[in-house]
């Protein structure tokens, strides 16, 4: 249903929400056989409920039909968006005759072109296949890397493909990133004919700067905003100021966050005013951000406020190595407000009403202050920290601060000095702020300790790997091999616990073949029933095709994949 199809659900509403005992139905006025349905429905049906679900039954089923019918519209070529006319460019309501279009220079309807693109579409039959498959029944970190492969390899989607990839978006934001950049102009084209794949419009990707900022889709604001950052600093943040006053919260906050980018004391201004938003995600990214600079107005009246609850200890509880004692405030301050501070715990909140007047206090200021102050390094602070009465508040507070601006130093402390449930965290949300050179040793370590007598934090780790690893992210193929190594003999005591396809998405490429063929071996041999709880290739049955998916794109080119025929020529 088009956007002008949203009133026939309207009429549906009222009675939906408060009851049909409490507000009249009525059924909308359709003609043709749709309207003469809903005529019958109405006549017929023994409550007024029940002819309201069987007309909002009526009308979902015509509304999925008509993008059905859109979709398969779009499916049936991949011609030059330039040479012939794309699908129908919305589906009508039920009984009722869709608008004309408005009519181009030279009488072509300008609603049914689609700019001309710009990258080849992926060709290959097998791997349509396979991306197909993904679309509909894979996880959603291998839908992401599918279409990072095909991206990297400079290709697009084929329209065969676009209606169910827009779909997939629709459902998954996360999603949303790798599709805009394989949609291509078709793609764009047809999210606007469609109200729930709008987020997919955007402005076409050779389109000037300022039509890209001005039309394109949040993701690509984004994107250039952050390009312009890197380039000019200056600029960016007055295009985002000159932006915000007309952008919906979500995005205001959004774009905040690309401020981090060569963030400098140039951006307080701007950071202290959106500090006033009236979007909540909005104040809190801008003070986030402001923690982050050490010099501003903000960030020294916090420093002000946290430093009379840090005593230094008298001398000779200092010689015992005791100097520093952190107490939390003992009432909240009358301009605590001013700077987002809350007197009232929330409802709900673990904290106790001091520690969340800790917290708050804590995460406003600079990891980097509390080295200097105290003069300990960030793993004598979180040693530190453990041994005081306040250290679920303490841990909270550095943690939230170190996702704004991750500091390696600070991310090993906590790893090495995990304070445990007080952390509200698991390690893997630390791992993935550091390099993943970098995560790799802490997983390594546990791997080599595990034998067959000792196996239990072979789950931990492995659960640590999908949760730290960012979709379309592998760990290295050593560490591939050598957790495959001990995965038989965590089997034969224990179940895996975690996402086995999940799981097989953050392996190396290198070790798919040698999966695959490991699996076969499952196929063309299998093992005895009492062993096979502990066979590799047994375990690999039920994830053959999420590794076939990715062994098939690892090797994607577009020399290989693209079809050698001319852009504009059809897809076979």
């Not at 139905?25 to 043709?32: E, M, N, R």
């Not at 600070?410 to 993935?432: I, Q, S, Y």
């Not at 224990?494 to 798919?512: F, G, I, K, N, T």
């Not at 490991?518 to 994830?543: F, I, M, N, Y």
Request: hydrophobic share 45%; aromatic share 4%.
């Amino acid at each position: 249903m088009s956007e002008t199809n949203a009133s026939y659900w309207q009429t549906l509403l009222p009675a939906a929400m408060v009851g049909t005992d409490k507000m009249a139905f009525s059924s909308p006025a359709l003609s043709g056989p749709v309207g003469a349905l809903l005529a019958q429905i109405q006549a017929q049906a023994t409550s007024p409920t029940l002819a309201l679900l069987q007309t909002a039954g009526v009308l979902a089923v015509c509304e999925r039909a008509a993008r059905q019918g859109t979709a398969r519209a779009t499916s049936a070529t991949d011609v030059a968006p330039d040479t012939a006319a794309a699908p129908a460019p919305d589906a009508a309501a039920p009984g009722t005759t869709p608008a004309a279009n408005t009519a181009a220079p030279g009488g072509t309807p300008a609603a049914n072109i689609a700019a001309p693109e710009t990258a080849p579409a992926l060709a290959s039959k097998s791997l349509q296949i396979s991306l197909r498959w993904a679309l509909t029944d894979a996880p959603l970190r291998l839908q992401i890397e599918l279409l990072q492969r095909l991206s990297a390899a400079g290709l697009r989607l084929p329209a065969s493909l676009l209606p169910l990839a827009l779909e997939a978006g629709q459902r998954n934001v996360a999603l949303r990133p790798a599709l805009l950049a394989v949609h291509g102009e078709r793609g764009r084209w047809l999210a606007g004919k469609n109200r729930y794949w709008r987020y997919a419009e955007g402005a076409a990707a050779d389109a000037p700067l300022e039509t890209r900022w001005s039309d394109g889709s949040l993701a690509q604001r984004a994107q250039l905003l952050h390009n312009e950052r890197q380039r000019d600093p200056a600029s960016a943040r007055e295009r985002l100021k000159t932006a915000l006053p007309d952008l919906p919260a979500k995005d205001r906050a959004e774009l905040a966050t690309v401020l981090i980018e060569g963030l400098s004391m140039d951006d307080e201004a701007l950071l202290t005013a959106l500090c006033k938003d009236r979007g909540a995600d909005v104040r809190q990214t801008a003070r986030a951000l402001l923690v982050q600079l050490p010099d501003s107005a903000a960030t020294q009246r916090a420093i002000a406020r946290l430093q009379p609850c840090l005593e230094k200890q008298s001398t000779l509880k200092s010689l015992l190595g005791e100097k520093w004692k952190i107490d939390a405030p003992q009432a909240a301050a009358d301009d605590w407000k001013t700077d987002g501070l809350e007197a009232e715990r929330p409802k709900g909140e673990s904290l106790g009403e001091r520690a969340w007047w800790l917290y708050q206090l804590a995460r406003q200021v600079p990891l980097a202050w509390w080295v200097e102050h105290t003069g300990m390094e960030a793993a004598a602070l979180l040693q530190w920290a453990r041994k005081s009465d306040w250290i679920e508040a303490l841990a909270l507070a550095w943690l939230e601060v170190l996702k704004t601006a991750p500091d390696a130093a600070w991310c090993r402390a906590f790893l090495d000095h995990w304070p445990g449930k007080a952390a509200h965290e698991n390690p893997a949300t630390v791992l993935a702020l550091l390099p993943p050179a970098q995560r790799e040793p802490y997983w390594t370590q546990t791997l080599q300790d595990i034998s067959a007598a000792k196996s239990a934090h072979f789950n931990d780790v492995a659960s640590q790997m999908i949760q730290a690893c960012q979709p379309g992210e592998h760990v290295s193929e050593a560490l591939s091999l050598l957790l495959l190594q001990k995965l038989p003999l965590y089997l034969r005591k224990s179940y895996l616990r975690m996402p086995q396809d999940e799981l097989c998405c953050v392996l190396h490429p290198a070790v798919l073949p040698t999966l695959l063929d490991t699996a076969a071996l499952e196929r063309l041999a299998p093992a005895p029933d009492d062993s096979k709880t502990d066979s590799l290739a047994h375990v690999l049955q039920s994830s053959l095709q999420v590794i076939a998916a990715r062994q098939a794109f690892a090797t994607l080119t577009p020399a290989s994949t693209a079809s050698s025929n001319p852009i504009n020529s059809p897809a076979l």
